[in-house]
């Protein structure tokens, strides 16, 4: 059981967020994979989202965007 004063999580005291430290397990993960099951792995590994804006409570037309990868 934690402690209401316990230390912070690692990734915490790394100064990241919880985000870039599951990104970079999952990519270490998948580099660790034997071929065909990498390449297939690392060809899911990029994320498409949209952003819409809203202006005077509703929404504007929304724009596709994707993460960018460091490969």
């Given at each position: 059981m934690a402690s209401a004063g316990g230390a912070a999580p690692f990734?915490?005291?790394a100064g990241m967020t919880?985000?870039?430290y599951s990104n970079i397990c999952a990519n270490l993960v998948r580099n660790c994979l034997k071929e065909p099951f990498k390449a297939e792995a690392i060809s899911r590994e990029r994320v498409h989202f949209s952003?819409?804006?809203?202006?005077?409570?509703?929404?504007e037309k929304p724009t596709?965007?994707?993460d960018p990868t460091e490969h």
């Amino acid at each position: 059981m934690a402690s209401a004063g316990g230390a912070a999580p690692f990734w915490r005291a790394a100064g990241m967020t919880y985000i870039t430290y599951s990104n970079i397990c999952a990519n270490l993960v998948r580099n660790c994979l034997k071929e065909p099951f990498k390449a297939e792995a690392i060809s899911r590994e990029r994320v498409h989202f949209s952003l819409s804006k809203w202006v005077d409570g509703k929404p504007e037309k929304p724009t596709i965007r994707s993460d960018p990868t460091e490969h």
